[in-house]
């Protein structure tokens, strides 16, 4: 594997060397000061609040060999204190980050599967690395860097070894997955589902599926591995299996990667499959039907890769879940506490209370926070949660947030007891009512979208109880 030099990142970003080895090895990268190592490159990214152009000097005081920036007019005597480093200066140091994971990308002839969906990008991501890491030396996305700067930055600190790479893609607005897939260029494109996440901005779920079908564009003739089960994925399936090379997953749609017999425990499932006209039994470690939907697609992915089985059925039982997702702590009393609060659709929120449904409890507690960016959809899509709630034997329900509002006020039209019905605009309260009305063995479902925070108060509940 060739390694990026200096002199390759001047190239690709029209950058200027102040001073430097030009022949000098750049292997990691940094946006951020605080945690800068020794040896790498700091590449001063300027936001709308922040300019981290203007930390040159921290970065190469606490050990970077060199930094990338904009806009800086050097000093002779700065020149002189670090002649021993490398100081590259462009136009633009975002259009130098996209530039230089471009370049980077190339030197890698790997597989890369890229993941994107409304919901479950993050735990599908998860089940998928796991499943191609029994085969490959695999960089996979850490936590949720899926965006504009994320993504880049795990390219540009991919181990020079590295076999496989499996890259999430998220997306507020259209163009945005087209610049990760441009610079990505991924062999395996996955869509996990099309909802109402980011519906605010993007209107409706149709465009929702066009700004998710921008993972296709960096691509050249990719295997595309879809959920069969939704609506709209499966509808475009229908429209294009003969222009495109596709792999279905799903339960209850004819697919080519289907779970039959499923057996749903608290905890795991499990279910039989057809692969390559032998029954298979498979074991999920986490409970929920969007679980199996996640390892159904990691099974997808695994087949393309040519994985054996046995090496797939130990990537997905052996998986773990990404912090703050579907994490079930169990308390004293026999409380149960799921958070699940890092991120919010109606579709997750769905998801979140049918898995709660088949824990053994005393009392089902949900504890349900805004959905962010909904737009003028808002009170519609939180009043269809209220409905969601009284369909899955949730016996408590407790609201903060100003949407939230429309969750509680839907539960009690469609006859919810509106003495189990909490609502508070401080969403501390909610700390102090869970210690008052908390009783052994009830599970407690936090639910909201992340700028809510809710996984703070599912923290604090979880030290009080």
């Not at 609040?49 to 203007?54: E, I, S, T, V, Y």
């Not at 893609?169 to 109402?196: D, Q, R, W, Y």
């Not at 499966?234 to 090379?245: A, F, P």
């Not at 009392?363 to 899509?381: H, M, N, P, S, Y």
Request: proline share 2%; aromatic share 8%; with cysteine.
């Amino acid at each position: 594997m060739k390694n990026v030099t200096v002199q390759d990142i001047i190239t690709c970003t029209k950058g200027e060397l102040v001073i430097g080895d030009k022949n000098s090895i750049c292997n990691h990268f940094s946006k951020d000061t605080r945690t800068i190592e020794k040896g790498d490159i700091y590449i001063g990214i300027k936001g709308e609040k922040f300019d981290g152009n203007l930390f040159w000097k921290q970065a190469l005081d606490n050990g970077a060999m060199g930094v990338i920036v904009q806009d800086i007019a050097f000093e002779a005597n700065d020149l002189k204190s670090y002649s021993d480093k490398v100081i590259i200066q462009v136009k633009d140091t975002l259009e130098a980050l996209y530039a230089i994971a471009s370049y980077k990308r190339q030197l890698y002839d790997v597989p890369v599967v890229a993941i994107t969906g409304s919901v479950g990008k993050t735990s599908t991501k998860d089940i998928v690395a796991n499943v191609v890491s029994q085969k490959y030396h695999t960089l996979k996305t850490v936590g949720n860097n899926n965006n504009n700067i994320g993504l880049p930055f795990t390219i540009l600190n991919a181990p020079t070894d590295i076999e496989a790479m499996v890259l999430e893609m998220g997306m507020n607005h259209f163009g945005e997955i087209h610049l990760l897939s441009e610079i990505a260029k991924p062999n395996i494109c996955v869509i996990t589902n099309i909802g109402t996440s980011h519906i605010g901005n993007l209107g409706s779920r149709e465009n929702i599926l066009k700004a998710k079908l921008e993972i296709l564009d960096g691509a050249k003739e990719p295997y595309i591995v879809i959920n069969n089960d939704n609506d709209l994925l499966h509808k475009w399936y229908e429209e294009s299996k003969n222009t495109y090379k596709i792999k279905t997953y799903g339960i209850y749609q004819e697919s080519d990667i289907q779970a039959k017999s499923m057996d749903m425990k608290e905890d795991e499932s499990s279910y039989t499959i057809s692969l390559m006209g032998k029954e298979e039994k498979m074991r999920v470690p986490v409970g929920g039907e969007h679980f199996i939907l996640n390892s159904l697609c990691a099974i997808a992915v695994g087949e393309l890769l040519h994985i054996e089985i046995e090496d797939i059925k130990k990537g997905i039982e052996s998986f773990q879940l990404t912090k703050n997702r579907m994490e079930v702590t169990e308390c004293k009393n026999g409380i149960k506490i799921i958070n699940d609060a890092y991120n919010s659709s109606v579709e997750s929120v769905k998801a979140s209370l049918a898995y709660m449904k088949h824990i053994n409890a005393n009392r089902r507690i949900a504890v349900l926070g805004d959905i962010l960016e909904t737009g003028e959809f808002a009170k519609e899509l939180h009043e269809s949660i209220g409905k969601i709630v009284c369909e899955n034997a949730v016996d408590i329900l407790i609201c903060s947030g100003e949407n939230a509002k429309y969750i509680v006020e839907s539960a009690k039209k469609q006859g919810f007891d509106e003495k189990h019905i909490y609502y508070f605009e401080d969403k501390e309260e909610i700390v102090d009512v869970l210690k008052k009305i908390i009783e052994p063995n009830d599970v407690i479902l936090f639910k909201a979208s992340n700028g809510m925070r809710f996984f703070e108060i599912a923290e604090k509940v979880r030290s009080n109880i």
